[in-house]
T-cell receptor, first 114, second 117 residues
């Protein structure tokens, strides 16, 4: 069974600083990896996804993530954080079966200091 | 761009009442899913559905839950007798049939917030 670990429950960064959110996954086959962002009371917005190919993927809002198979990681990065980036971030792994479910991590809450 | 829609956006109900949450998946999609997110917690898989039957369900999806595709466009989640702990955001998702070995990306709806009083 697949699993996702987001080691950081809460991260605080200053506006303009760089950001890295960690995600480690466990899955026996090729992982399909996602990062979502969620504002309070809102739905899930897909930031980016990795299926195959280039291990550095670009997403919306200036985010990128790097897939490292050797470390079973898919960390999310942003070079310069904006106050509007404050939200909850979820990493998820999907499977390659047709009815395969997505498994989410516990999430990381990002606070941005002015 | 096609999207998954859910109604209502917010449902308030009394404990013990039945609720039906509705979803309209993307029109050419054939796989359907429900997920739940209790406030402040992670998103959890409930059930997947294909060809008018459940493909997989989690331990959360007990006998008080049921799913149905009542017509060609809707996908519903029924909670027979709601409990306080059913209060959560419920997300519907859908995916199309993938070619063999390919990933079947799920597209999520905006969610229905269920409040059980």
């Amino acid at each position: 069974a697949q699993s996702v670990t987001q080691p950081d429950i809460h991260i605080t960064v200053s506006e303009g600083a760089s950001l890295e959110l960690r995600c480690n996954y466990s899955y026996g086959a090729t992982p399909y990896l996602f990062w979502y962002v969620q504002s309070p009371g809102q739905g899930l917005q897909l930031l980016l996804k990795y299926f195959s190919g280039d291990t550095l993927v670009q997403g919306i809002k200036g985010f990128e993530a790097e897939f490292k198979r050797s470390q079973s990681s898919f960390n999310l990065r942003k070079p310069s954080v904006h106050w509007s980036d404050a939200a909850e971030y979820f990493c998820a792994v999907g499977t390659n079966t047709n009815a395969g479910k997505s498994t989410f991590g516990d999430g990381t809450t990002l606070t941005v200091k002015p | 761009e096609p999207e998954v829609t859910q109604t209502p956006s917010h449902q308030v109900t009394q404990m013990g009442q039945e609720v039906i949450l509705r979803c309209v998946p993307i029109s050419n999609h054939l796989y359907f899913y429900w997920y739940r997110q209790i406030l402040g917690q992670k998103v959890e898989f409930l059930v997947s559905f294909y060809n008018n039957e459940i493909s997989e369900k989690s331990e959360i999806f007990d006998d008080q839950f049921s799913v149905e595709r009542p017509d060609g466009s809707n996908f519903t989640l029924k909670i027979r007798s709601t409990k306080l702990e059913d209060s959560a955001m419920y997300f519907c998702a859908s995916s199309e049939v993938a070619t063999s070995g390919a990933y079947n990306e799920q597209f999520f709806g905006p969610g229905t917030r269920l409040t059980v009083l």
